[in-house]
């Protein structure tokens, strides 16, 4: 069974700060893990992907991943009222052919002027 | 170039139609996607083909029917939907089976 578990929020963070949203997954065989941004009525935006442990920096968003606490993260520094969003965790177990993603139910951003 | 088109962009059909959702990629993928999202809730896998073979077909009912024409073309039939079948319908492809890119998506009112 495979399950990604985000916390709903709505998370609020003051513009100009961090905002830290998280992600587990129970499947061990996990192997690739991907951030989309969804805006009301608009469909998924990819952000960030990563596939090992650590960090995966681009601009202002931090991707950082530990397998063994099966554990993902993204980190959004010097968050914007643009970036006020819902944030889905995708996981990604490949068996050898095309598998589908398991997103978590998201995590809605608010981002305070 | 990550574009993946849907058309059309709304849909509204009885339960007794027969419609076709249409979505298009040119950038050589060879995995391409449907997905089910309903309102406040993630999206939910659909079907796979991979390199034009149906490979995932997550026990949706018969009334939704994908056909894969080509690489670059992927198709779902509806027939005799149900109210509760309305939602937003994404495709998404990718290129080696592991990054997806998604379409704008198809938000479908049954009636």
């Known amino acids: 069974q495979k399950e990604v578990e985000q916390n709903s929020g709505p998370l609020s963070v003051p513009e100009g700060a961090i905002a830290s949203l998280n992600c587990t997954y129970s499947d061990r065989g996990s192997q690739s893990f991907f951030w989309y941004r969804q805006y009301s009525g608009k469909s998924p935006e990819l952000i960030m992907f990563i596939y090992s442990n650590g960090d995966k920096e681009d601009g202002r968003f931090t991707a950082q991943l530990n397998k063994a606490s099966q554990y993902v993260s993204l980190l959004i520094r010097d968050s914007q009222p643009s970036d006020s969003a819902t944030y889905l965790c995708a996981v990604l177990v490949t068996g050898g052919g095309a598998d589908g993603l398991t997103f978590g139910k998201g995590t809605h951003l608010i981002i305070q002027p | 170039d990550t574009e993946v088109t849907q058309t059309p962009k709304h849909l509204v059909m009885g339960m007794t139609n027969k419609k076709s959702l249409k979505c298009e990629q040119h950038m050589g993928h060879r995995a391409m996607y449907w997905y089910k999202q309903k309102a406040k809730k993630p999206p939910e896998l659909m079907f796979v083909y991979s390199y034009e073979k149906l490979s995932i077909n997550e026990s949706v009912p018969s009334r939704f029917s994908p056909e894969c024409p080509n690489s670059s073309l992927l198709n779902l039939h509806l027939h005799a939907l149900q109210p509760e079948d309305s939602a937003l319908y994404l495709c998404?492809?990718?290129?080696?089976?592991?990054?997806?890119?998604f379409g704008a998506g198809t938000r479908l009112s049954v009636l």
């Open positions: 998404a492809s990718s290129l080696n089976q592991n990054i997806q890119y």
